[in-house]
């Protein structure tokens, strides 16, 4: 059961607790569709058995071991082709919270929505989101963060734990709440407007940036550097002097693994 006491104003405040569920992002849809659920309510689960990733894989996680939980937000602020916004508030609020912890590894976000230490995978984020008339209505933000886990079906995944390890491991409760509390700092100044400040932040933490690496798109591998992020999300790689920019879907990195 999950008590925790963040010092926020909204996100936390009131708290879902599933001990298992299929996924916390659609637990979280459906308590939107049946009752007037407040900004910042937080959906939290010790098991969820059918998580999705990144292009609709499965997340693997051990029961018990791990953070899965959703937030609910509602940025009318924010238009339709604003929304990758959302991804650059909560990597950062990840960052603000998992970076102090890391001995020796360094955190970085993954475009568009993945979370890795090093070269591997720590964690993913899935936002969800509904539109009222040109804005968003409201968006659920789902975050997977291997926590105590150290057994993985994948070899690139790695969790807190491994990268810094810890006798007793680490609280999730505790991590949880400065999480709420690092989610709404970020939150607010993304509604505050001060976009240009977030921006630069992610950029500085984005895995891969300004260094040469090979991708995929089209079916057509090529070399390029990341070195920019349209308005709309896109990612933008510098090739043969030539800057192209990318939806989600449209590129891979030659080097994933499908997790």
């Not at 609020?93 to 020796?104: C, G, K, R, Y």
């Not at 993945?114 to 804005?135: C, M, P, S």
């Not at 300004?210 to 933008?236: K, M």
Request: negative net charge.
């Amino acid at each position: 059961m999950y008590k925790i006491y963040p010092k926020t104003l909204f996100v936390g405040q009131k708290i879902v607790y599933l001990p298992s569920c299929q996924s916390t992002n659609d637990e979280a849809a459906l308590l939107l569709g049946r009752e007037d659920v407040p900004e910042g309510t937080l959906v939290v689960t010790d098991q969820q058995t059918q998580g999705r990733g990144q292009r609709g894989n499965q997340w693997e996680a051990q029961p018990g071991q791990n953070l899965t939980f959703s937030l609910i937000v509602r940025p009318a602020f924010l238009t339709a082709a604003e929304q990758f916004w959302l991804n650059m508030t909560v990597s950062l609020a990840i960052q603000d919270t998992l970076s102090p912890l890391l001995t020796s590894s360094v955190l970085t976000s993954k475009w568009p929505n993945d979370v890795y230490a090093h070269d591997r995978k720590l964690g993913g984020v899935l936002i969800e989101n509904t539109l009222q008339g040109y804005t968003l209505g409201h968006s659920v933000i789902g975050v997977g963060l291997n926590v105590n886990q150290v057994a993985f079906n994948v070899p690139t995944a790695t969790s807190l734990l491994l990268e810094s390890p810890a006798p007793d491991g680490y609280s999730l409760p505790g991590l949880l709440t400065a999480l709420a509390e690092n989610l709404e700092k970020r939150y607010l100044q993304l509604r505050a407007g001060h976009r240009n400040v977030l921006r630069a932040t992610y950029l500085q933490h984005l895995y891969r940036f300004q260094q040469p690496h090979t991708y995929l798109a089209d079916d057509q591998p090529f070399t390029g550097v990341i070195t920019d992020l349209d308005p709309t999300g896109r990612l933008g790689i510098l090739t043969n002097g030539v800057m192209r920019y990318f939806a989600f879907k449209e590129v891979v990195f030659m080097t994933d693994d499908i997790y």
